[in-house]
């Protein structure tokens, strides 16, 4: 919705004009009004979210936070209730019932029947971040000895209330997935086809124990826009769709942000987290880098004797280490990259380590080329000096991406998220190894 939109229909909740919103809200579409509805107070939304047709409130409702999916919940009528429950897709309200209180769990699975009940539960017993607790159950099956017409009419009858039905699953005994047919290939094969016939057999699936990482990179790789889900025993569980899984990316990707700055993962939104939250989040990474950097400061009182010897060496620190940093930081970020989109595995760390060498190489090649002629006819540097910062620049720039580069892999090889040995992790290792190679080719070249 643009902004001019969004001013107009704030102007008219405010003006109270009721009736006019009502009908403006029904040609709107579902995200906008959630969007328009988000900033207001919780009496103001619980008003308006019941002005709107029956069909677009479940949609709304559907995308709004959890927040305040949590507020509706608690201030409607169990009628009210029962009635989005009838029409919310099933690993919408799965994904609902995950982030609500206790209280409020029971009050929505006490307006569910049996079935569904049972299947909740079902699902909540997934671990979460896994592909059973974001799978949906509405998909639409078919039976293998069924004709193209019969299953046509089957689709017709069922797939109303179904999440997709551009791809249809077929299942033999005990529901064992044997096969896709797409709804393209229904609609113009011959009526008396068989669907054993027409089916695809080879179907890439996953468990309902995967990762939702994983299943994000499968589709990624191929393009998916549906996923289906099966159990240990091969029986088809469930489906993944496209949509869900643009959630769990993106989610993803800001846990991935929040490591590589040094952050607890959080799955608050910034402005509604607490300052005592947001600094918990903060402080644990915060202390660790700091009793790293203490290092630093070791290594330099160690070498106290060779900066006092020629004092202007201290001007070069922050150079190198910032340099090192930077270059660690470079390498480190892309094979996080390369590691999350499945472009990188453990198998190639020997090509990573040999690809990374000669990239440092060069650079550091480059970089100390520059630096030279920079203090020696920038800056007037002594030759001795001179030389000795460029010699350092260079071996300070290979180990930072060799390092940089192998980390990740290091932390991916013991199970850990490669993105903790992002930026500040590798600034403070490539710190302490900038240092003592300095002072070290220092004390040789210098004769200190």
């Known amino acids: 919705m643009d902004e001019l939109k ?39 939304t619980l008003l308006i979210f019941r ?45 609902m019932i995950e982030e609500m209180p206790a209280n409020l769990v029971n009050k929505i699975l006490k307006n569910s029947n049996a079935e569904e009940r049972k299947l909740i539960n079902q699902f909540l017993k997934y671990p979460i971040d896994s592909a059973g607790s974001i799978m949906t159950i509405e998909y639409v099956d078919l039976q293998k000895d069924m004709t193209v017409k019969e299953a046509m009419d089957h689709i017709k009858k069922t797939g109303l209330n179904k999440e997709t039905i551009y791809t249809c699953y077929v299942v033999g005994k005990n529901r ?11 609609v113009i094969a011959d009526e008396d086809m068989k669907i054993e016939d027409l089916m ?37 569980t469930g489906i993944i769709t496209f949509d869900d899984i643009l959630d769990v990316i993106e989610q993803e990707a800001t846990e991935d942000f929040q490591r590589m700055a040094a952050m607890a ?22 202390l660790i880098l700091m009793v790293g950097a203490t290092l630093t400061g070791g290594i330099i009182t160690k070498y ?34 390369g590691l999350a989109v499945g472009e990188l595995t453990l198998k190639d760390k020997w090509k990573v380590l040999w690809k990374e060498f000669k990239i440092s190489i060069l650079v550091g090649i480059m970089l100390g080329f520059v ?45 850990l998220d490669p993105a903790i040995m992002a930026g500040p992790l590798i600034t403070t290792i490539v710190d302490s190894l900038a240092l003592i190679i300095y002072f070290s080719i220092a004390s040789l070249l210098l004769n200190i």
């Open 51 to 95: 002005m709107l047709p029956k069909d677009l409130a479940v949609e709304v409702f559907a995308h709004f936070s959890s927040e305040q999916q949590s507020s509706i919940v608690h201030a409607i009528t169990d009628k009210e209730l029962t009635n989005i429950l009838d029409e919310l897709f099933f690993d919408d309200m799965i994904d």
């Open 371 to 415: 630096n030279l002629l920079k203090n020696l006819y920038i800056d007037r540097v002594g030759l001795e000096v001179s030389i000795t910062v460029s010699i350092t620049l260079f071996f300070t720039v290979m180990i930072a991406k060799v390092v940089g580069g192998m980390l990740p892999l290091g932390a991916k090889k013991l199970n």
């Open 265 to 286: 993962p959080s799955e608050e939104r910034y402005l509604d987290a607490s300052v005592w939250s947001l600094s918990k989040q903060r402080i644990t990474w915060l």
């Open 304 to 337: 106290e004797d060779v900066l006092s010897s020629v004092v202007i060496l201290m001007a070069f620190v922050p150079m190198l280490m910032d340099t090192g940093g930077n270059s660690g930081s470079q390498s480190s970020t892309l094979i996080i990259r």
């Open 200 to 236: 695809e057999a080879d179907v890439i699936y996953v468990n309902t124990h995967d990762d939702q990482e994983a299943v994000g990179n499968i589709f990624t790789k191929y393009g998916f826009m549906v996923l289906p889900v099966v159990d240990t025993e091969n029986r088809l």
């Open 176 to 186: 064992i997935l044997e096969g896709i047919v797409s709804l393209r290939n229904l």
């Open 6 to 44: 969004a001013l107009e229909m704030l102007e008219i909740i405010n003006k109270k004009q009721y009736p006019r919103l009502k009908k403006e809200l029904a040609e709107m579409n579902e995200v906008d009004v959630a969007e328009l509805l988000n900033p207001l107070d919780q009496n103001t």
